[in-house]
């Protein structure tokens, strides 16, 4: 009598352990953009906070402009910057940076060299900000993320 497996039996045994691993990644990649999803609303929430934290630092001059908002609405007391703006006079600051293009991103993916891998990351330096008031009290908009 033999006493080991037949090839049938080895080939059911790696489709098995085969798929449970695809099942597992599924899941983990799943949670992982949850994740940055998650993440990222709660960085756009920080960036539109310091936002409003420099329109009442800076009414006098927001009272004073004029401009489109992202949706391309006229309005009076508007005033549009850049996340750079923020970053440049200390209202805002991240530590994630990408090493190649030394642009400020968040949810990023690097490769060995810091370099970032692919497109699941936002650069935000150049995103506008649009910061208004009504009935004297400031707000902030910002438009809808684009990747890298």
């Avoid at 352990?17 to 609303?41: E, F, H, P, S, V």
């Avoid at 970053?87 to 949810?107: A, F, G, L, M």
């Amino acid at each position: 009598m033999n006493k080991g497996f037949t090839l049938v039996e080895l080939l059911v045994v790696i489709i098995l352990i085969a798929t449970i691993a695809l099942i597992g990644t599924y899941g983990i990649t799943g949670a992982q953009r949850q994740i940055n999803k998650d993440m990222w609303d709660a960085e756009e929430q920080m960036i539109i906070n310091r936002a409003k934290v420099f329109g009442e630092d800076n009414k006098n001059h927001i009272e004073e402009s004029v401009c489109n908002d992202y949706k391309g609405t006229r309005k009076d007391k508007c005033l549009k910057i850049y996340v750079q703006t923020l970053i440049d006079r200390k209202y805002y600051s991240t530590k994630e940076k990408d090493k190649c293009n030394q642009k400020v991103v968040v949810n990023e993916l690097y490769d060995q060299e810091g370099c970032l891998m692919d497109t699941s990351c936002y650069y935000i330096n150049n995103w506008p900000i649009y910061i208004y008031i009504e009935n004297n009290s400031v707000y902030a908009e910002m438009p809808e993320p684009s990747y890298c």
